[in-house]
């Protein structure tokens, strides 16, 4: 009885040895999931857009693994807006490529350094890495900065602040559109 | 015995840092963004709105008096649009007489109008030459919308979408097609029966001599 018992901990004891393996997670803190809305209200609104800057801020805390950090829009249609409502029979449908992102932190880690059109999230455009793994490792504060880190400790390479500006121009159909931007931060794997 | 905790406790001691082990692997933030795009449509006039015609002469009467440029007008739409023009009464209102013989009756007619857009391409009742303005009746205009019979600046009644409106734009970007400069002209001749105009004068055939005034409508509508 009592070997049995001592095989059965002991057989325990490697199998979790086989998985305590170095922890390894990527997690984006202080989650908000802010809402915005443009308003255009005016000839020169349309003429020149919007723009507002740190819509939000995304803090990245990597542990033990390289990391991706990537964007794109969510629509019914894709690379169109979603209609909430329409005010006029004329024009079209906005397309998506009419928001502009841009992402900024104090090292200028980011890939994509200015506005950038958004692009729908199965075609996303990567801030960090890139779609093929992995990635050469990069070390902060170098542009594209995808080793593990963390925000509190490395802010510069590890939170970035987000931008955001529409231009519609003239032409588009009047009336209430919406889309979800998503932000994925992934292994880079 | 002794061995036998010792070695359930090292047992325990891995299971419980096993369990720490829990990766995550992806993570999301997501944003809600709405957009609100409002049909503007601004019509803007960059001239004294009041245009006076003044005959004292022989020769006024005779020749007529052209004001170019009298009224000038400036489109911004982000719709498609139309721009329509009429008198807002089939006369023209007397507020005062100077004789006591003569037709008061004055047909909006007798004012006529001349636009620097040429319109002819949308519609055979535009302004693209001196042409007798509307009355009310005349224009068809109905509670502000415009009918075959109405007389357009820019684009035409209907929305077939071939020639019938023009584009969204500003009079600043796109001055060919959102900037017009309207001529007028009067020629009452002697006696003065305003032979241009395209509506005759009912009983005596020549104008009263007074003081009249005239409203003219200038409506910027969305493609109608």
């Known amino acids: 009885m009592l070997k049995r018992v001592r095989f059965f901990v002991l057989l325990n ?79 079209a449908v ?15 880690t980011s890939q994509v350094p200015s506005f950038f059109p958004i692009q729908d999230i199965l075609t996303p455009t990567y801030i960090i890495g890139t779609a093929v793994a992995p990635d050469p490792a990069v070390n902060c504060p170098a542009t594209g900065t995808n080793q593990a880190g963390n925000y509190m400790v490395s802010p510069g390479c590890y939170k970035f602040n987000v931008d955001m500006k529409v231009i519609p121009g003239l032409g588009l159909q009047s009336g209430a559109y919406s889309m979800r931007i998503d932000y994925i931060l992934s292994q880079d794997l | 015995m002794k061995q036998l905790i010792a070695i359930i406790f090292v047992g325990a001691l891995f299971l419980g840092v096993s369990q720490k082990a829990s990766a995550q692997l992806s993570d999301e933030e997501y944003n809600y963004v709405t957009m609100d795009l409002r049909g503007i449509l601004n019509l803007t006039m960059t001239t004294n709105p009041q245009v006076d015609f003044s005959f004292k002469t022989i020769q006024e009467y005779q ?12 489109v911004d739409a982000t719709l498609a649009w139309d721009l329509f023009v009429y008198a807002n009464t089939d006369t023209w209102t007397q507020v005062e007489a100077y004789s006591t ?59 077939t979408g071939v020639n019938d409106s023009y584009a969204p734009g500003t009079a600043s970007a796109n001055p060919a097609t959102n900037r017009f400069r309207i001529d007028m002209r009067m020629v009452p001749d002697v006696p003065a029966t305003f032979p241009n105009s395209t509506v005759a004068m009912v009983g005596p055939d020549y104008a009263q001599a007074g003081y009249y005034y005239l409203e003219v409508v200038y409506s910027l509508v969305e493609d109608l």
């Not at chain 1, 998506?96 to 992402?103: D, S």
């Open chain 1, 13 to 91: 004891a490697m199998l979790s040895l086989c998985y305590l393996s170095h922890a390894q997670s990527v997690s984006f803190a202080l989650k908000t999931s802010p809402s915005i809305n443009f308003d255009f209200n005016t000839i020169q609104k349309y003429v020149s857009g919007i723009t507002v800057m740190n819509v939000c801020e995304l803090n990245v805390d990597a542990v033990g693994t390289q990391w991706d950090l990537y964007v794109g829009a969510t629509t019914t249609v894709p690379g169109l807006w979603d209609v909430d409502a329409v005010y006029a029979v004329g024009g």
């Open chain 1, 94 to 108: 906005p397309p998506i490529n009419i928001m502009q992102l841009q992402f900024r932190n104090a090292s200028n």
């Open chain 2, 63 to 74: 020749q007529g008096i052209t004001r170019f440029n009298s009224t000038q007008l400036e």
């Open chain 2, 101 to 159: 013989n003569g037709n008061a009756a004055l047909p909006a007619e007798i004012l006529e109008l001349r636009s620097s857009v040429d319109n002819s391409a949308f519609t055979t009742e535009n302004f693209t030459a001196f042409t007798s303005l509307k009355g009310l009746a005349n224009s068809g205009v109905a509670a502000g919308v415009p009918a075959a019979a109405t007389q357009f600046l820019a684009g035409a009644v209907g929305t």
